[in-house]
């Protein structure tokens, strides 16, 4: 890692990680969707400028509280793999009833792309034959973020 050696490298690498942990602490105290603002922060502050798209699913029980968050895919700079498959094997196993998908685009751009809709929409397709939601797909980027269900994409 570049500058890994240098102290103030290391002290904000420090901060930034108890940061993420204090905004992932919030989170799980309280209904995910009853805190969207506090969803977003976390999402932006942690993926928002990551040089790679990255693909993450937090995992909601019927009260939408969350039971993970978890890192499905590492892709990149352009594209992170969908697998709705996995993404709905994995929710059986932790007996998620909900998720949200987020990712992040590092273009800087946070308009869901025409595979990002395809792709939601196959995700939303195998969770209702398995009576799983899913509730949103947020997309962040260094300008800013986007969800499909706002924009009526889901």
């Keep these: 890692m570049l500058g890994a050696g240098n102290p103030a490298i290391r002290h904000i690498f420090m901060v930034r990680h108890v ?15 009853g805190t969207s603002e506090g969803l977003i922060d976390y999402l932006f502050a942690d993926m928002a400028y990551l040089p790679v798209e990255r693909l993450r699913v937090l995992f909601l029980n019927s009260k939408n509280r969350l039971l993970s968050d978890e890192l499905v895919s590492d892709g990149s700079v352009n594209e992170a793999p ?31 792309s025409d595979a990002d809709i395809r792709a939601t929409r196959r995700v939303a397709e195998a969770g209702r034959a398995l009576d799983i939601r899913l509730h949103d797909h947020v997309i962040v980027a260094r300008s800013g973020w986007s969800s499909l269900r ?3 994409l889901i």
């Design 19 to 33: 940061m993420l942990h204090v905004l992932r602490a919030e989170a799980a105290k309280a209904p995910v969707l």
């Design 82 to 112: 969908f697998y709705p498959r996995e993404i709905m094997r994995r929710a059986l196993e932790v007996g998620a009833t909900a998720l949200i998908l987020a990712h992040n685009h590092p273009s800087g751009d946070p308009q869901p």
């Design 150 to 152: 706002m924009l009526g």
